[in-house]
């Protein structure tokens, strides 16, 4: 890998890191991330933390080809257990569903007690993930999605502070799950996300509906939520 060929998604999640970042990046698949950051800012260090010992070695070979193995320590470990309290400022965790990242965040919160900074990736379910940040204090400061290689990916950043500020209270469950910021830039692999949804939920509430006996609350949620896209692909 050279500077350049990070993907376009990992360089986005890589842009919301500070100059002179100390952080984790969990799950870090070859440390193509870490190093992408040591490379071009000189300041940062980083832990990449590797469950399984296929890509922990890899992550090594990939740390000590660009020779940056005094900044960059690759430690085989389960999810935040690779970091000790007060170690890092920053968590990235990316490429992984939504309620994985939350179960690794819940489970390693005693080592956040310093992180001002959470960028996650989720690739499904990014709403288990907004309201695990609301539901800890974490303030939601930015979204961003990108479409690459036919697949579309939300990108969140969370910052310690008051999570209900990005929210508009008679709106927050649509917020929650559409996100506050997408809602409010609308850019286009944001409203051809929502055309997929709409396509499903529509699919989901005619299934549903000649089921003999349907689920009225799971029916009225599924409804509720194709309200909401199409608000938004009206607007």
């Not at 930015?142 to 036919?150: A, L, R």
């Not at 000649?210 to 689920?215: E, I, N, R, V």
């Amino acid at each position: 890998m050279n500077v350049n060929q990070l993907s376009k998604r990992l360089a986005l999640v890589a842009d919301y890191l500070p100059k002179g970042a100390h952080f984790a990046d969990i799950g870090s698949d070859h440390a193509y991330l870490p190093c992408f950051v040591c490379m071009k800012d000189p300041e940062a260090r980083a832990v990449a933390g590797e469950v399984n010992q296929g890509p922990y070695d890899s992550a090594k070979s990939e740390v000590e080809k660009h020779k940056l193995e005094d900044r960059i320590d690759v430690r085989l470990g389960d999810g935040l257990a690779v970091v000790a309290p007060g170690e890092i400022k920053q968590v990235v965790i990316a490429g992984m569903g939504g309620p994985l990242i939350r179960d690794i965040l819940e489970g390693g919160k005693e080592k956040l007690s310093h992180v001002n900074r959470i960028v996650v990736q989720p690739n499904i379910d990014s709403r288990s993930l907004r309201r695990w940040f609301f539901q800890h204090d974490y303030k939601l400061v930015d979204e961003t999605i990108v479409e690459e290689s036919g697949h579309i990916y939300e990108i969140l950043v969370a910052e310690k502070g008051d999570p209900s500020s990005p929210y508009q209270q008679q709106m927050i469950e649509k917020e929650m799950w559409l996100g506050p910021y997408l809602l409010e830039k609308r850019p286009e692999p944001f409203i051809k996300k929502c055309k997929e949804e709409w396509n499903k939920k529509q699919y989901i509430i005619k299934q549903m509906n000649q089921a003999t006996y349907p689920d009225e609350e799971k029916l009225k949620q599924q409804q509720k939520e194709l309200k909401w896209l199409e608000e938004v692909l009206q607007s």
